[in-house]
């Protein structure tokens, strides 16, 4: 639609310029279908680990337009980069509602080493669209024992960055000149912003002047906030400008400034008086060329349209008040269009919202004893004290020495509402975020004037009609066909068994194959190492044909482009390093006597070969003291109760010595061929003759032996059996609990190795109850430090949230 600024609101906005209000000159658009896009977000306990820890994560998935929870896909995959850009670990997460978490063992026996790491995060449906809504985040690991010199070697030092913008190539750092609206433009005054970092693209201060081709001083600059300025400027026609900028230590560099357009249109945005005010700005010369030129503006938010205008510009300015209500929180990106339908000038702008909420995160003191027990409130509330549902992870780490300076490294908050909308890596992100900060909002701006990216992923999103290469992923599939044995007609109307087995238990699936003899097992769940058996048979239950399994593999990881290995810890990560190390030091524990990570497990091991098929109704395990048997039918019966060997054939007395079903190494044997087994090449036998059988579906009717084979005895291999199939799959990362000791109930086992703690707890799975209060309980440390308790997560209408407190451990 069509929108015509009319005089009397020409005149109202010029007057807001002075501190009179206006009116709203732009409506909300219709809006458009939009593709289920999902945007991941991963919170971690901590961003600095030492070696032999665990990192520990929870996953939140959302819409992409809205942030809310998205349950789209179920599986996400969760990687952790090394410094020369390696998977070194992977772990399939499943998402429930948009939600999932795992963890990551940090030791070197998955060839972790001390150094910069990334975690990043996605869905096989969000590789249709690059890099851009892959979860990345950099996570240091440090090695307490190793010598810190080590870390400022002359590899580890700056080195000098060329730049094309900058004469002199021998200066260690740059600078880069952005015009607001994307150019400078004849006799039009424009504020230019300015961003200046060194050669490791760390932010620093500097100032300078900006000087016309004469040699005149017309413009100063300083830096306001991590290296980025802005100062307003009116370039001259047929005059060239450069730039003398100067670091804090000195030196100088000379930058010449963008080049100068003839003609053309520029947008501006200024908040005054809590309002958002938009110009349009341009020249003389533009206006003779173009009189009366329709322009269009319009503004998006995640690549959806909300407000589109078209005025013909009838003078060198207009302004009007945007109405940010209309707009949802984060970033908007305002393009200006001309009568061609050709952008002329973009401006992001930053969105926020007041909220109703009131929540809260206390500990119940402000100083402990160590080893005192600990309880953590978390309220979620309503301004008038209505309950807002929410998903929260909490953790509670040791500060480990680090005083008087705030974590501004990536949040939720951060990543949904503006780093996920903007290319490349911002510097301290959440403190944008921060609401003790004053200035904030102003130096968002900043940002967004200089590392604003201008044209985003969102502009050429994939249509309908356009082909999708990744689909959604719901679970795992199990698929494949069943054929002739000779040749390759298909077996139609064949009955397909699926067995899947893993130490959470065992289930059965079935199916008939079509047609074309094929088959599938959709939307299957499992986690960890998990053996899967497929067996083919007739409508009589005969053995039939042959069956053939697709490929389970997933497409291959994304490519890695992460690059860290020269690197240098910054003054906080020494800091936390030298504390770890003195509280190893105190406890009186040396490298070579660090224990590895804690493993719960839920019961003992069984020594030998794992079992494939669930929990065996006996197993017997054959090792140096077993006695020697002539035969395998003598060692049957001696290991397994309730066994007959009748007429050569080997069955149980309560199926009346009916012959069971043998298998050897997960194939299925004749019970004829039992004779060529050596007693002394077997391992372990299991029985499986009550309800267990199930898993062997008619097959196991008279009851099952599984027999073991030591690897690489078996002289006579078994026969092929075409119509079954045997393998493991990796499922879903069976994700391990967190531990927290309790001093009140011991565990020595455990205990004695988390003497040094860093994550004092973790909980993935903050839930307000009915009343909108929620508390998790632990023990601190015997150490005395100071605890940051940092809660992270979004509510149901999709307001990301982050909540920190800190407190005391000191002994009376």
């Known amino acids: 639609m069509s929108i015509f600024f009319n005089d009397l609101a020409k005149q109202l906005l010029r007057s807001l310029l002075i501190g009179v209000t206006t009116t709203t000159l732009l409506h909300a658009q219709e809006k458009k279908s939009i593709p289920s ?131 002199n190539t021998q200066n260690t750092f740059k600078v880069q000149f952005f015009p607001e609206g994307g150019s400078l433009i004849n006799e039009v005054e424009s504020t230019v912003a300015f961003k200046a970092v060194d050669a490791n693209e760390q932010p620093i201060d500097l100032k300078g002047k900006i000087f016309d081709s004469e040699g005149a001083l017309v413009a100063l600059f300083i830096s306001q906030h991590d290296g980025m300025g802005k100062f307003p400027f009116k370039p001259i026609k047929g005059k060239q400008y450069r730039a003398e900028a100067t670091t804090s230590n000195g030196e100088l560099i000379e930058v010449m400034l963008p080049n100068i357009q003839e ?61 940010k209500n209309d707009f949802p929180e984060g970033i908007t990106q305002l393009t200006l269009y001309g009568a061609n339908l050709k952008p002329q000038s973009e401006r992001l702008i ?138 390759n007609k298909p077996k139609a109307n064949s009955n397909v068994t699926l067995a899947i087995v893993n130490k959470k238990g065992f289930n059965i699936f079935n199916t008939v194959t079509n047609s074309e003899g094929g088959f599938k097992f959709d939307d299957l769940s499992f986690f960890g190492e998990t053996n899967i058996f497929l067996n083919s048979r007739n409508e009589k239950g005969n053995n039939n044909g042959e069956i053939i399994m697709y490929s389970t593999k997933k497409n291959i990881p994304l490519e890695t482009d992460f690059k860290k290995t020269n690197f240098i810890f910054n003054k906080t990560t020494n800091t936390i390093k030298e504390n770890i190390y003195k509280k190893y030091v105190m406890n009186g524990i040396a490298p070579e006597n660090m224990l590895d990570e804690i493993e719960i497990i839920g019961k003992k091991k069984e020594k030998g070969t794992p079992s494939l098929y669930g929990n065996a109704d006996n197993t017997f395990i054959i090792d140096d003291k077993t006695q020697h048997f002539t035969d395998i039918y003598q060692l049957i019966q001696f290991s397994l109760p309730g066994v007959m060997a009748i007429g050569g054939n080997i069955g149980f007395s309560r199926f009346g010595g009916r012959p069971a079903y043998i298998m050897i190494d997960g194939v299925e044997w004749d019970q004829a061929d039992l004779r060529g087994i050596s007693t002394d090449d077997v391992a372990k036998i299991e029985a499986f003759k009550g309800p267990s059988t199930a898993i062997f579906g008619s097959r196991g009717a008279n009851g099952v032996i599984i027999i073991y084979t030591k690897d690489g005895f078996v002289n006579n291999k078994p026969k092929k059996k075409y119509h079954s199939i045997t393998k493991t799959l990796d499922g879903y990362y069976d994700a391990r609990y967190f531990y927290s000791p309790n001093p009140e109930k011991l565990n020595l086992d455990f205990d004695n ?60």
Request: charged share 25%.
């Open 37 to 167: 896009i999902e945007k991941i977000y991963v919170h971690t306990d901590r961003s600095c680990y030492t070696l032999g820890e665990s990192l520990w994560y929870k996953a939140y998935s959302v819409y992409a337009y809205s942030n809310l929870l998205f349950n789209e896909s179920n599986l996400l995959y969760v990687e952790l980069v090394s410094p020369d850009s390696k998977i070194i670990a992977s772990n399939k997460t499943r998402l429930e509602e948009g939600l999932g978490h795992g963890d990551f063992k940090l030791t070197d026996s998955t060839g972790v080493k001390a150094g910069i790491y990334q975690l990043r995060a996605y869905t096989n449906f969000s590789r249709n669209f690059g890099t851009d809504f892959v979860f990345k985040k950099d996570i240091e690991i440090i090695d307490v024992f190793e010598n810190s010199a080590s870390n400022n070697n002359e590899s580890n030092k700056p080195k000098p960055v060329v730049n094309n913008t900058v004469e």
């Open 753 to 812: 190795k988390l003497t040094v703690r860093n994550t004092l707890y973790w909980n993935p799975y903050i839930h307000p109850d009915e009343t909108g209060i929620s508390q998790a309980t632990y023990y601190n440390s015997k150490v005395e430090t100071t605890v940051k308790v940092s809660l992270e997560g979004i509510t149901a209408t999709g307001i990301p949230v982050v909540l920190k407190t800190h407190y005391s451990i000191k002994s009376n």
């Open 263 to 323: 003609t053309g249109y520029l947008l501006s945005f200024k908040k005054i008086n809590e309002k958002e005010v938009i110009t349009i700005k341009t020249n003389q010369e533009t206006l003779l060329q173009e009189p009366n030129a329709p322009l269009t503006l319009i503004g998006t938010s995640r690549g959806i349209s909300y407000f589109e205008g078209t005025q013909p510009l009838t003078e060198t300015t207009l302004s009007f008040q945007l109405p």
């Open 350 to 487: 930053f969105i926020e919202k007041e909220h109703d909420l009131e929540l809260n995160i206390i500990t119940d003191k402000k100083t402990y004893e160590p080893n005192e027990k600990v309880t953590v409130t978390v309220s979620s509330k309503t301004k008038t004290g209505q309950v807002v549902p929410a998903s929260f992870s909490l953790s509670s780490t040791d500060t480990n020495g680090v005083k008087d300076e705030k974590d501004y490294g990536i949040n939720i908050s951060s990543y949904f509402l503006m780093e996920s909308d903007i290319r490349g890596q911002v510097h301290n992100p959440s403190y944008y975020f921060d609401d003790s900060n004053p200035n904030r909002l102003d130096h968002l701006d900043l940002l967004l004037l200089t590392q604003g990216w201008r044209d985003f992923i969102w502009k050429t999103m994939p249509q309908e009609n356009d082909s999708i290469h990744y689909n959604i992923e719901k679970n795992f599939t199990i698929s494949g066909r069943v054929k002739q044995l000779l040749g």
